[in-house]
């Protein structure tokens, strides 16, 4: 008899963009901005994972977020409407935002926040900010330099 697939998460209302090899979530209340700062960040080069609703669950490697098969490659543009774009299916989380005003001025390192039963580090920005973006982007850059094994 062959194995049980693991069991899905509920779905999370959260949007989901890789950058390189790394997910990053996006949470906020409903009009907090999550579609648009993953529409911001793809046109910095970022791939979309999911709008709207994501599952996350535990794996070997880390969280890995996934979208529903109904969602997957769409992303709503407020004034546009839903359009399809290209997207990954499958990427480890590495990164939380959470769309709450603005953050700490000198929070040292990034908090970590449980979301769906997965430890993430999590960066608190106001997603309407010239600078998120490139803020997410240092900060998950941060997050991946620190876990690089040290040069011989």
Do not use: Q
């Amino acid at each position: 008899m062959a194995p049980s697939p693991p069991a899905r998460s509920p779905a999370h209302h959260a949007s989901a963009v890789a950058i390189g090899d790394w997910g990053v979530i996006i949470t906020g209340p409903t009009g907090s901005g999550k579609s648009d700062l993953a529409l911001r960040l793809i046109d910095r080069g970022a791939i979309l994972i999911g709008d709207d609703y994501i599952y996350l669950n535990a794996a070997h490697g880390g969280p890995v977020i996934t979208v529903p098969d109904n969602i997957a490659g769409k992303l709503e543009i407020r004034g546009i409407g839903i359009i399809e774009m290209p997207h990954k299916s499958r990427v480890v989380a590495k990164l939380l935002v959470r769309l709450t005003g603005e953050g700490e001025r000198f929070p040292g390192s990034l908090p970590i926040t449980d979301f769906a039963g997965c430890s993430l580090p999590t960066l608190s920005i106001d997603a309407f900010h010239y600078s998120s973006p490139i803020k997410i982007e240092y900060a998950l850059k941060s997050l991946v330099d620190r876990d690089l094994p040290p040069v011989a």
